[in-house]
């Protein structure tokens, strides 16, 4: 049995930040479960798709964000518990529904989470969805360990069922791939299948019901709001080395890991001030009694928080509409940055800046300083494609076909370091799916030949719509579909594409050719990208076509095919480079620049340990100095 099904309440583990809340959503009698992996919340689908079933819980990796939610959400107002979660920019593509989610709301627990992005880890921004929260007007947690994330899940499905809405379960980067120790709750089973009670007046949001259920979530803002005062998990917390001395009392307002720097630094340094903080837990409807009268009792308040204003903002309105006079420091005074990740060093920097400029000055003890000249520089590690992956061969096909003279729009995917030299592909990205909507636009103002890359997972999730878009409107460009057969980038999930579903199952594979060929595509072709003269000619060939045209690279995924050599006990076929037949001329290292290959002086090599013998550098070597190693050979 897997650790995180076991049923032994008490029980102390320790585990991911995700797989905390992977349990925790097991203990609270998830019936339905459904996502699209995207980091840093990536973990939870791939714990889900192992035990779910064995879990009695039904779990999805759905074709987008959008989806997962309205599926979950529809699970919910039928009146199960339900899950879905997804990365932050995936609550964008949710937001439509989302948001009205909050006009009908539901009748069984529904949680979403959505893992936000400080510093950009794995994202294209960095966006707050706190801010999504006050939008909606729905109730939100941020929980700031592991353990406190499995004792936060049951409490947000306790408020969801009270208040009838769902609640927004907010975590980021370090919540989710921090290990820490969780004790076992107990399970509640999974809900059997119910009776759906008709209740179109409230389910079904024509404008004249809409508007009667944007009255009844007003009504209910001031109710949650009155849970936010009492939560368990708002509460002032004195560190451990609390100064009760100090003449001047400070207040720091924090959330999620924020608390965790504020505690490390204020349980090792002494401050020469009286310090509490007050750690919110339940951020969304703000407490505004527990935060006035936290302030009232303070000389100076700070808030600490990563990403936006949003704690600073609401304690500054709601003193300045209170009159409580209570000077009120953070980012928008320029001691705390709005961007990229907290640590310790910028907390206890940010609380001497606040200090210092109502003239209180910390003398912060000196911390030992690693004497280092900068001679020896750090060796450059840029983010790279794997050895053998099949985008590397079509990258390298397709410049020898276009000679470099095009426009790259590009996708969120592996592929997407494909900008990075030496083949230096990619012009244009927004987000998931906008490359062939990019390509529309470009092909209607630019004079070169506009080439758009999109990955098979990709393509289910966001990539139809524009498709469907090009054809009707005769866009001219290329859009190349490089399926690897699986969704790389975020732990190799299914997708559509796929014989296999969510709970492990066999499933329909949807085909991507014919998709295309169905949408009014008249060019598709399906080449292997691993054959450099065949994709060549493929791209020459479409972008020779007037009109959109598609070309789908099809080779799966280099970790994929290792994988299942291992299984099957086979080995693969290591390459190697003939030295009397090389040139010297680094095609190699410098133009196609897979990672296997090395230089010793001006000597070509290959890194057995490296190889994934996908042998299209038997393609690339204009001199045929690359082979595979003879047989008895090393």
Same mark, same amino acid.
């Given at each position: 049995m897997h650790p995180l099904l076991e049923d032994k309440p008490g029980k102390k583990i320790l585990v991911l930040g995700n797989e905390a809340i992977t349990r925790a959503a097991i203990e609270a009698g998830v019936t339905v479960a459904a996502t699209y992996p995207g980091t840093p919340s990536s973990e939870i689908g791939n714990t889900l798709h192992k035990i779910a079933k064995e879990a009695g819980m039904y779990f999805e990796f759905s074709t987008n964000e959008k989806v997962a939610f309205e599926t979950a959400a529809a699970a919910a107002v039928a009146g199960v518990r339900a899950f879905s979660f997804m990365k932050h920019v995936g609550l964008? /593509?949710?937001?439509?529904?989302?948001?009205?989610? @909050?006009?009908?709301?539901?009748?069984?627990?529904?949680?979403?989470?959505?893992?936000?992005?400080?510093?950009?880890?794995?994202?294209?921004?960095?966006?707050?969805?706190?801010?999504?929260?006050?939008?909606?007007?729905?109730?939100?947690?941020?929980?700031?360990?592991?353990?406190? %994330?499995?004792?936060?899940?049951?409490? @947000?499905?306790?408020?969801?069922?009270?208040?009838?809405?769902? /609640?927004?379960?907010?975590?980021?980067?370090?919540?989710?791939?921090?290990?820490?120790?969780?004790?076992?709750?107990?399970?509640?089973?999974?809900?059997?299948?119910v009776h759906f009670e008709k209740d179109p007046g409230r389910f079904v949001t024509i404008p004249s019901n809409a508007r009667k259920r944007h009255l009844v979530l007003l009504d209910l803002i001031p109710r949650m709001r009155d849970e936010a005062e009492v939560s368990p998990f708002n509460r002032v917390v004195v560190p451990e080395k609390m100064n009760t001395t100090g003449d001047i009392r400070l207040g720091l307002i924090t959330s999620g890991v924020s608390f965790n720097y504020v505690m490390e630094v204020l349980n090792n340094i002494d401050l020469g001030v009286q310090v509490r903080v007050l750690k919110l837990g339940m951020t969304a409807p703000l407490p505004e009694d527990l935060i006035s009268e936290f302030c009232l009792e303070n000389d100076l308040v700070l808030t600490i928080e990563e990403g936006e204003a949003y704690l600073e903002e609401f304690t500054k309105t709601i003193l300045k509409e209170?009159?409580?006079?209570?000077?009120?420091?953070?980012?928008?005074?320029?001691?705390?940055?709005?961007?990229?990740?907290?640590?310790?060093?910028? /907390?206890?920097?940010?609380?001497?800046?606040?200090?210092?400029?109502?003239?209180?000055?910390?003398?912060?003890?000196?911390?030992?300083?690693?004497?280092?000249?900068?001679?020896?520089?750090?060796?450059?590690?840029?983010?790279?494609?794997?050895?053998?992956?099949?985008?590397?061969?079509?990258?390298? %096909?397709?410049?020898? @076909?276009?000679?470099?003279?095009?426009?790259?729009?590009?996708?969120?995917?592996?592929?997407?370091?494909?900008?990075?030299?030496?083949?230096?592909?990619?012009?244009?990205?927004?987000?998931?799916?906008?490359?062939?909507?990019?390509?529309?636009?470009?092909?209607?103002?630019?004079?070169?030949?506009?080439? %758009?890359?999109?990955?098979?997972?990709?393509?289910?999730?966001?990539?139809?719509?524009p498709l469907v878009n090009a054809v009707h409107n005769g866009h001219d460009f290329v859009l190349n579909i490089m399926d690897n057969s699986t969704t790389a980038m975020t732990g190799h999930q299914p997708h559509p594409g796929l014989p296999i579903d969510g709970l492990g199952d066999p499933a329909i594979a949807i085909s991507i050719e014919k998709v295309c060929k169905g949408l009014g595509v008249q060019f598709v072709k399906t080449v292997n990208p691993l054959n450099i003269k065949e994709t060549?000619?493929?791209?020459?060939?479409?972008?020779?076509?007037?009109?959109?045209?598609?070309?789908?690279?099809?080779?799966?995924?280099a970790l994929l095919l290792d994988r299942n050599l291992r299984k099957a006990g086979k080995k693969r076929v290591k390459y190697t480079v003939d030295q009397e037949k090389c040139r010297k001329c680094d095609v190699c290292t410098k133009t196609f620049a897979c990672p296997a290959f090395y230089k010793i002086g001006d000597d070509h090599y290959i890194d057995p340990d490296q190889c994934f013998s996908c042998g299209v550098c038997e393609q690339v070597c204009p001199f045929g100095a690359m082979g595979p190693i003879p047989e008895g050979g090393e």
């Open positions: 964008n /593509v949710a937001a439509d529904a989302f948001m009205t989610l @909050a006009y009908t709301g539901v009748r069984g627990g529904f949680v979403i989470l959505t893992a936000d992005d400080p510093g950009c880890h794995s994202s294209q921004n960095e966006q707050d969805n706190r801010y999504f929260a006050k939008m909606s007007g729905v109730p939100m947690v941020e929980p700031s360990s592991p353990e406190e %994330a499995r004792k936060m899940m049951h409490y @947000a499905y306790e408020i969801s069922e009270k208040f009838e809405e769902p /609640v927004l379960f907010r975590t980021t980067t370090r919540m989710n791939h921090v290990r820490g120790v969780i004790e076992l709750g107990e399970i509640r089973p999974p809900s059997e299948r209170r009159n409580i006079p209570t000077q009120v420091l953070g980012k928008r005074d320029g001691h705390f940055p709005i961007p990229n990740e907290y640590n310790p060093d910028i /907390v206890l920097k940010g609380i001497t800046s606040a200090l210092d400029s109502i003239g209180r000055k910390v003398d912060v003890p000196e911390t030992e300083k690693v004497d280092w000249d900068g001679s020896i520089p750090e060796p450059p590690r840029p983010p790279v494609l794997c050895p053998g992956c099949p985008h590397r061969g079509t990258y390298f %096909a397709l410049k020898r @076909a276009t000679k470099g003279k095009a426009v790259y729009p590009t996708d969120i995917g592996c592929y997407t370091l494909g900008i990075m030299p030496p083949q230096s592909v990619g012009d244009v990205l927004i987000c998931m799916g906008s490359s062939a909507g990019s390509a529309g636009g470009l092909s209607r103002v630019v004079d070169e030949p506009v080439i %758009a890359f999109m990955g098979d997972s990709t393509f289910f999730h966001t990539g139809i719509p060549q000619k493929a791209f020459e060939e479409a972008m020779a076509f007037k009109g959109t045209s598609v070309v789908i690279t099809k080779s799966p995924c």
